[in-house]
């Protein structure tokens, strides 16, 4: 049974800093590219950064330069990092995991920048 838990949200000031991880089960994960989303209220999901297999990192346009996406495969870890969070990071974020068609999902972790 694949199972993607996601840690590390929570409420911080804007400027703040927040790391979310991802522990994967049940699946093989190094084989597996890896994803954070998020979704804020009343707005379609939307990705934020993933890393492939290889350890290449993609970020949206607004995250750069401030997020961080790593893995640890050796941990079936996945993480965020989150520096000078704004308001507009505020958002349910969303662990994913892709191969090929295959496409597993965490609970999400709620992460809220006050201004």
């Known amino acids: 049974q694949v199972q993607l838990v996601e840690s590390g949200g929570g409420l911080v000031q804007s400027g703040g800093s927040l790391r979310l991880s991802c522990a994967a089960s049940?699946?093989?994960?190094?084989?597996?590219?890896m994803g954070w989303y998020r979704q804020a209220p009343g707005k379609q999901r939307e990705l934020v950064a993933q890393?492939?297999?290889?350890?290449?990192?993609n970020y949206t346009d607004s995250v750069k330069g401030r997020f961080t996406i790593a893995r640890d495969n050796a941990k079936n870890t996945v993480y965020l990092q989150m520096n000078s969070l704004k308001p507009e990071d505020t958002a349910v974020y969303y662990c994913?995991?892709?191969?090929?068609?295959?496409?597993?999902w965490g609970q999400g972790t709620q992460v809220t920048v006050s201004s």
């Open positions: 994913n995991a892709r191969k090929g068609v295959i496409s597993k």
């Open positions: 049940g699946i093989i994960f190094r084989v597996y590219h």
């Open positions: 890393i492939t297999t290889g350890g290449i990192a």
